[in-house]
């Protein structure tokens, strides 16, 4: 999926050609299915959340809007009004799987609502308080915030000075949001360790996500905590520092793979490296799982889509991203007592979800030993 840069009615895609009688329109809900390469149908059944579409369709629609800036003519009238409630999703995230859920939620609970979405791709914090500045001098009142921007403390104090309303999206360490939707990262984390070491394994491998982010910091003491309550050294060598993208992914799986006592199974802090952890072992003529288990984290499409599939903790990213859309309008009806109100932290289940990619410790995992050792 393409990074969307913003999705609104308010300007043109950068390039894209319109005829003269067009030019200052917004973009239709026909220039969004010519850009697919679908039908206006299909656009619309993925703007209203219907399960009947197929995912690399529903991937392109996604990259259209966001392409072309598109909303519903129905948000465009009621904001016209003024009637309508505007709030933004702001996102700084590498991982294209995550984001299109991430999309999605925002997507489906802003349409259900008739709320005016923006979405803005930030890089880092600077331009992130450039864009909330323009947003709000531009009549956006609520923010959704996904890490690593729930975790900038400037970024939340900008929008509450403001009198805008900051809602979070996984664990974030700022404080001053008006509410967070998470997961418990720690216990999710240590879950699947203990997964892990049930099936036998006791050389586990683990890689680290962007260490800019709470929820890295959080998923590696789940990690750790679970190997000392089962009474397994750590062995500081198996672990790698990664950044959520699959690059990383590849960079610390060799590493990982490269130790000369190597683990007979691998912890990726999402499925984007936990896949680019599977491929750097088909690269060494690895079997997954027969001579090393693999297990990731999100349950993105990704974990899904490659052989073998992944085993990872489910997070439920579209639904945390609704919810962040539904808090925000709850926040918005309570005004002038906004600022009494005492944040709302929503913390929603996860689930491990088991596939082909973890298997107990073969006999092959016994080669890598080094000479002498028991």
Known sequence: MNSPKSLTAETTAPGRKRNARRSNAAPTITDVAREAKCSPMTVSRVINGEENVREDTKQKVLSAI????????????????????????????????YLSEFLMGALEEASRRDIYLVV??????TEAQKVIKKLLDGGIEGFILPPPLCDDQNVLDQIRAAGGIAVAVGPGRATGSHGAVLIDEFQAAYDMTRHIISLGHERIGFIIGNPEQVA???????YRSAMEDAGLAIDESLIAQGQFTYRSGMVAAEKLLNVSHRPTAIFASNDDMAAATVAMAHRRHLDVPGDITVCGFDDTELASSIWPELTTIRQPIREMTAEAVAMIARVHKQKPRIARAKAEQLTLAYQLIRRNSDAGPSLAASFSKPPGSP
């Open 216 to 222: 890295s910091g959080r998923r590696l003491l789940g």
């Open 120 to 125: 803005q791709a930030c890089e880092n914090t």
């Open 66 to 97: 966001a392409k072309l800036n598109y909303v519903p003519n129905r948000a465009a009238r009621s904001l016209a009004a003024g009637s309508q409630l505007r709030i933004a999703l702001l996102f700084d995230n590498p991982s294209a799987s």
